[in-house]
């Protein structure tokens, strides 16, 4: 059933929408370039698209660091596809159920970013993209992996991963030996 832009029902499926997607913070409606309403509502100042920084092989336009005008929050992430626009909070894109010390970070092969956990690892994804990263390095284990048009690269300090390692031989290999023991 196609919905009548911006009417109560239309506003109501947009703030459904919204509310249990994991990642949207909002969903606006577009003609001719000008949000006529948001997930919020009717919108009440003129607020006009900004270029896109790229466009995905799916023909979704991407829009990053835009600061919302209709609710004044941290600047955003703005997803376009047809009349409509998704805010995203780039944060919600890596904040995972990962360790704290893991760097995180989502670019696009164009190489605008498209989400960092933190500056340090929007740093590392740049030093990455630029080729200075050096590889042989001890400090840091590093691990990009290319997935179509995007690219996602994760750091840790060697030193984590060792004292995890030393946790994990010291859980296990007793685990293992009375496996044996048991078995044998």
């Not at 607020?47 to 660091?65: C, K, M, S, Y």
């Not at 409509?84 to 893991?102: F, Q, T």
Request: charged share 20%.
């Amino acid at each position: 059933m196609e919905l009548k832009p911006c009417s109560p029902a239309h506003l109501a499926e947009m703030r459904r929408n919204a509310i249990n997607s994991l990642f949207i913070a909002e969903i606006g409606y577009v003609e001719a370039g000008v949000l006529q309403c948001t997930s919020w509502g009717v919108a009440e100042v003129e607020v006009r698209q900004a270029p896109h920084n790229f466009e995905t092989i799916d023909g979704l336009a991407v829009v990053t660091g835009v600061t919302p005008v209709v609710t004044g929050g941290k600047p955003i992430t703005a997803l376009r596809l047809g009349n409509y626009n998704a805010l995203v909070s780039p944060a919600r894109i890596v904040d995972m159920l990962a360790e704290k010390h893991l760097k995180i970070a989502i670019a696009h092969r164009s190489g605008a970013m498209l989400a960092a956990r933190d500056p340090e690892s929007a740093a590392l994804m740049r030093t990455v993209q630029e080729g200075k990263h050096d590889a042989g390095s001890s400090d840091v284990i590093l691990v990009s992996v290319p997935a179509g048009e995007w690219i996602a690269t994760l750091a840790e300090p060697s030193t984590e991963a060792r004292d995890v390692y030393a946790r994990q031989l010291l859980l296990f290999v007793p685990i293992g030996v009375a496996a044996g023991f048991i078995t044998s």
